[in-house]
Nanobody, 114 residues
Framework: QVQLVESGGGLVQPGGSLRLSCTVS????????MGWYRQAPGNQRELIAS???????NYADSVKGRFIISRDNAKSTMYLQMNSLKPEDTAVYYC????????WGQGTQVTISS
């Protein structure tokens, strides 16, 4: 079965940076379009960035220009470099396909606060 493991979250001050990782097993990662999602308290989970198997990225307006999605197909790993972080970026961050979804991992908590 597919396993998704997110890591790299933490507590940072506004304006800071974090790099998230998503390690994937159980699928042919190199053939799969992947996405980063986040869910803030009281909000629905939202797609914030996606990347094709060839590395073409797409971003939600809320993160465009600040976040960079990338992938290493040899390592079955996807990354999210998050810069210029804002308090409204506080959320649990998840990775998954764009559908049909695999079982969600535990996510990684990102908290932006001074």
């Amino acid at each position: 079965q597919v396993q998704l493991v997110e890591s790299g979250g933490g507590l940072v001050q506004p304006g800071g940076s974090l790099r998230l990782s998503c390690t994937v097993s159980g699928i042919i990662f190199s053939n799969t379009i992947m996405g980063w999602y986040r869910q803030a308290p009281g909000n629905q989970r939202e797609l914030i960035a996606s990347i094709t198997n060839g590395g073409r990225p797409n971003y939600a307006d809320s993160v465009k220009g600040r976040f960079i999605i990338s992938r290493d197909n040899a390592k079955s790993t996807m990354y999210l470099q998050m810069n210029s972080l804002k308090p409204e970026d506080t959320a649990v961050y998840y990775c998954n396909t764009l559908g049909p979804f695999a079982s969600w991992g535990q996510g990684t908590q990102v908290t932006i606060s001074s």
